[in-house]
């Protein structure tokens, strides 16, 4: 597969959720394109992994452990990538989370850790790193949607609520924010072969069905979205804003 060449050297990139799937293979590619990533997830160990991935190829990375259910620990990783680097140029939302469940039996825990992480994370995330962008009058904003955002599917009331509700958001933050130079998009996937997933698709049922609704006939892979995401990361993008790219092999074409 091949690899977009985008030059981000110089610039600061935070990637939420850079611990496994795709967050990760976004901060190893901003890394790779020269960028200084903080790779930001739950789980430290995760984190330190991806850091000596990154560095043993030459790469910039720095990590910081943050539930992004938590504001003040969103304010205080913020805070704290700022006071290093004086500048966040990119961030990426990556970080979500998903729990099947009929909308008839969908509990409220539930509900509320997969809106406070897809939903109210990625928008106070947002926040936070566009008061520091503001500074500067310049930056980007990525978050990790999904072609959810767009349609409905089984057994996923909360995630398809949480995706769509960030879309809109995203909307009006690239609205709000456009007089700053601020640009807000959406990366929007289908279902991607990531460590979240793969329990699924030991299920052969369920990943006929999936594959049969894809026009291209095919899972996709983490490094799809890459793509999409230095894409809005770079100069080509630079009129840009308020959009979704949809990585979904056609499913929403259908």
């Known amino acids: 597969m091949g690899k977009l060449s985008v030059d981000l050297h110089g610039k600061n990139v935070i990637v939420t959720g850079a611990g496994k799937g795709i967050g990760k293979a976004i901060a190893l590619a901003f890394a790779e394109s020269g960028a200084k990533v903080v790779a930001v997830g739950r789980t430290m160990d995760d984190l330190k992994l991806v850091k000596e991935e990154i560095i043993k190829g030459g790469g910039i ?4 452990k943050c539930d992004v259910q ?24 990556s970080a979500g989370v998903n729990i099947q469940s009929h909308s008839l039996d969908v509990s409220e825990d539930q509900w509320d850790t997969i809106i406070n992480t897809n939903l109210k994370g990625a928008f106070f995330t947002s926040q936070a790193v566009a008061k520091k962008m503001k500074l500067s009058s310049e930056g980007r904003i990525i978050n ?25 958001a995203s909307k009006v933050m690239a609205v709000e924010l456009a007089e700053y130079n601020i640009k807000v998009n959406c ?24 594959i049969e609704r894809i026009p291209l006939k095919k899972i996709g892979a983490p490094q799809d979205v890459v793509g ?7 100069d080509s993008a630079d009129m840009v804003t308020g959009s979704t790219v949809l990585v979904d092999g056609g499913w929403v074409a259908w």
Do not use: H
């Open 61 to 64: 990375c720095s990590v910081i």
């Open 228 to 234: 999409a995401v230095l894409y809005l990361s770079s």
């Open 144 to 168: 990790i949607t999904s072609q959810m955002a767009l349609v409905g599917y089984y057994k996923r009331a909360a995630y398809c609520a949480s995706k769509g509700g960030l879309t809109q």
């Open 70 to 93: 938590n504001v003040n620990q969103i304010e205080q990783m913020v805070e704290q990538v700022y006071k290093d680097n004086k500048k966040i140029d990119i961030l990426v939302n």
């Open 187 to 210: 990366v929007a996937p289908t279902f991607i072969k990531t460590p979240l997933t793969e329990p699924m698709f030991r299920d052969k049922e369920f990943l006929s069905e999936v």
